[in-house]
């Protein structure tokens, strides 16, 4: 009789393929994940090397997240030397930070050694700086130098995201010293796009890409093919603008430079993708008012990061709810008000979401500016009158049929046009407002719309029902 370790280890291959691993939605195999399971109970190193260690680090990434806290711990430090690091910057922060905290640093130290300097540097970044400077410590002094200087700059800046492994030559070389140099040279990168021309002093002179040099006779110097680069990277740059460098002008990769024009590093293409995934979950995340939470997070640090725009929320709230105290006895004689109310605020309130959803996009991307706002401005203003009045005719039509009045009907269509417009004005307005004065848009913009629609909403359908039926 087979057990159920047996059994699971018949149901996976020696050495998992990619259609082993994920199942028709993208999603770890229940079977797999069962497998390697039952591989970390039984501490089956051979098997766990066999399936795991042979896996793509965004493949053992997605593991990772897939696996329970005991069982992640358990599968690093059974797989030891053979465990990718690089898989850590496939997960989620508190992921990374549950295996890392629970590593020697030694065996830190020590893996760090073989990665990319962006990706040694994303996992050291969130560590204490006790532990950053044993593990830096036990580093050889070039290697700790490079990850100094990166982790000295600013966080999400190009010089945190940047490469320290390039390849760099003097003007005056030759082609055939070039190709030489990178045939017998040890430590290069192991790929890369192009080679950085530089002065004694590593101060950036220009760069050639290398099918220029695999098309150039042995005898060229470098300086006549070499060509200016006019997208270097300042290392303090924020790494969405560095991004957007790259999108505009369609790099692969880019020289990072100091403050002095001296090359420091390269950013590439792979770490720009990250960078722009990274950003624009970021915006979405703040839009819903949720800052940097992720899935991994705690119950506790979940809600911490949600009470702050909650309470504002509140707050609103009670602003909203004293505008419709204030027509309390309207309310009282015509009952249907009541009914009708949400209808309007909550038309105006997704309207609002709708604008400030495209403007904060827009503005992270630098698509809107002083240049095209008030163009953008009056397209909204009309996108938000034409709605109204079409929702308004629908709305209108419905009350007066369900409560066979025209007169409410006509009231809560001219609610309906004057909320919708606001609601798109509120929608540009605020973002732009608030971008103007330096506070992050994704941030604060949803509270504040909200609130305006609310209000609005509330006093316009009430102040048009007590003006037409003459209550005060």
């Given at each position: 009789?087979?057990?159920?370790?047996?059994?699971?280890?018949?149901?996976?291959?020696?050495?998992?393929?990619?259609?082993?691993?994920?199942?028709?939605?993208?999603?770890?195999?229940?079977?797999?994940?069962?497998?390697?399971?039952?591989?970390?109970?039984?501490?089956?190193?051979?098997?766990?090397?066999?399936?795991?260690?042979?896996?793509?680090?965004?493949?053992?990434?997605?593991?990772?997240?897939?696996?329970?806290?005991?069982?992640?711990?358990?599968?690093?430090?059974?797989?030891?030397?053979?465990?990718?690091?690089?898989?850590?910057?496939?997960?989620?922060?508190?992921?990374?930070?549950?295996?890392?905290?629970?590593?020697?640093?030694?065996?830190?130290?020590?893996?760090?050694?073989?990665?990319?300097?962006?990706?040694?540097?994303?996992?050291?970044?969130?560590?204490?700086?006790?532990?950053?400077?044993?593990?830096?410590?036990?580093?050889?002094?070039?290697?700790?130098?490079?990850?100094?200087?990166?982790?000295?700059?600013?966080?999400?800046?190009?010089?945190?995201?940047?490469?320290?492994?390039?390849?760099?030559?003097?003007?005056?070389?030759?082609?055939?010293?070039?190709?030489?140099?990178?045939?017998?040279?040890?430590?290069?990168?192991?790929?890369?796009?192009?080679?950085?021309?530089?002065?004694?002093?590593?101060?950036?002179?220009?760069?050639?890409?290398?099918?220029?040099?695999?098309?150039?006779?042995?005898?060229?110097?470098?300086?006549?093919?070499?060509?200016?680069?006019?997208?270097?990277?300042?290392?303090?740059?924020?790494q969405e603008e560095a991004a957007r460098e790259f999108e505009q002008y369609d790099l692969l990769s880019a020289a990072v430079v100091d403050e002095n024009e001296r090359l420091v590093g390269v950013l590439t293409i792979d770490d720009v993708v990250d960078v722009i995934q990274q950003e624009a979950e970021e915006d979405l995340m703040r839009l819903g008012g949720v800052g940097d939470e992720e899935l991994s997070d705690t119950i506790l640090a979940a809600s911490r990061s949600r009470v702050p725009w909650l309470l504002v929320n509140l707050f609103t709230a009670f602003l909203a709810a004293s505008v419709i105290?204030?027509?309390?006895?309207?309310?009282?004689?015509?009952?249907?008000?009541?009914?009708?109310?949400?209808?309007?605020?909550?038309?105006?309130?997704?309207?609002?979401?709708?604008?400030?959803?495209?403007?904060?996009?827009?503005?992270?991307?630098?698509?809107?500016?002083?240049?095209?706002?008030?163009?953008?401005?009056?397209?909204?203003?009309?996108?938000?009158?034409?709605?109204?009045?079409?929702?308004?005719?629908?709305?209108?039509?419905?009350?007066?049929?369900?409560?066979?009045?025209?007169?409410?009907?006509?009231?809560?269509?001219?609610?309906?046009?004057?909320?919708?417009?606001?609601?798109?004005?509120?929608?540009?307005?605020?973002?732009?407002?608030?971008?103007?004065?330096?506070?992050?848009?994704?941030?604060?913009?949803?509270?504040?719309?909200?609130?305006?629609?609310?209000?609005?909403?509330?006093?316009?359908?009430?102040?048009?029902?007590?003006?037409?039926?003459?209550?005060?």
């Amino acid at each position: 009789m087979q057990s159920g370790n047996e059994q699971a280890a018949e149901d996976a291959p020696a050495h998992a393929e990619h259609s082993d691993i994920y199942d028709d939605d993208g999603v770890v195999r229940a079977s797999f994940l069962a497998h390697i399971g039952a591989a970390i109970a039984d501490r089956d190193t051979l098997t766990l090397k066999g399936d795991v260690a042979s896996l793509h680090e965004s493949e053992l990434g997605d593991l990772l997240e897939a696996l329970q806290p005991d069982q992640r711990r358990s599968l690093v430090e059974l797989l030891g030397a053979d465990f990718d690091f690089s898989a850590l910057t496939e997960v989620d922060e508190a992921i990374r930070l549950d295996i890392v905290e629970n590593l020697p640093n030694e065996q830190i130290a020590q893996a760090v050694q073989e990665l990319d300097s962006d990706d040694a540097v994303y996992i050291l970044e969130d560590l204490d700086q006790e532990d950053q400077d044993e593990i830096l410590a036990q580093l050889p002094f070039t290697e700790r130098i490079r990850l100094r200087r990166s982790l000295d700059y600013p966080e999400e800046s190009a010089g945190r995201r940047m490469q320290t492994e390039f390849v760099a030559v003097p003007p005056f070389w030759t082609v055939g010293q070039t190709i030489d140099y990178m045939r017998e040279d040890k430590d290069l990168p192991d790929s890369f796009s192009q080679i950085f021309v530089i002065d004694p002093t590593f101060k950036l002179l220009g760069a050639v890409h290398l099918d220029q040099i695999l098309r150039t006779k042995r005898a060229v110097k470098v300086e006549d093919i070499m060509h200016e680069t006019r997208h270097a990277i300042p290392a303090t740059m924020d790494q969405e603008e560095a991004a957007r460098e790259f999108e505009q002008y369609d790099l692969l990769s880019a020289a990072v430079v100091d403050e002095n024009e001296r090359l420091v590093g390269v950013l590439t293409i792979d770490d720009v993708v990250d960078v722009i995934q990274q950003e624009a979950e970021e915006d979405l995340m703040r839009l819903g008012g949720v800052g940097d939470e992720e899935l991994s997070d705690t119950i506790l640090a979940a809600s911490r990061s949600r009470v702050p725009w909650l309470l504002v929320n509140l707050f609103t709230a009670f602003l909203a709810a004293s505008v419709i105290g204030l027509f309390d006895h309207t309310i009282e004689r015509v009952v249907a008000l009541a009914v009708l109310m949400p209808i309007v605020a909550g038309m105006g309130g997704n309207a609002a979401s709708q604008t400030m959803t495209v403007t904060v996009r827009a503005l992270a991307t630098k698509d809107l500016d002083i240049y095209n706002a008030w163009r953008i401005i009056r397209r909204e203003m009309g996108v938000g009158f034409i709605n109204g009045i079409i929702f308004a005719m629908l709305i209108g039509t419905v009350a007066a049929t369900w409560f066979s009045d025209p007169y409410l009907g006509g009231i809560i269509a001219g609610a309906m046009v004057i909320n919708m417009f606001v609601a798109a004005l509120a929608g540009i307005l605020i973002p732009l407002v608030l971008d103007r004065y330096g506070i992050d848009p994704a941030v604060a913009s949803a509270v504040f719309v909200t609130a305006v629609t609310d209000v609005v909403g509330f006093f316009a359908f009430l102040g048009l029902a007590s003006w037409w039926f003459g209550f005060s």
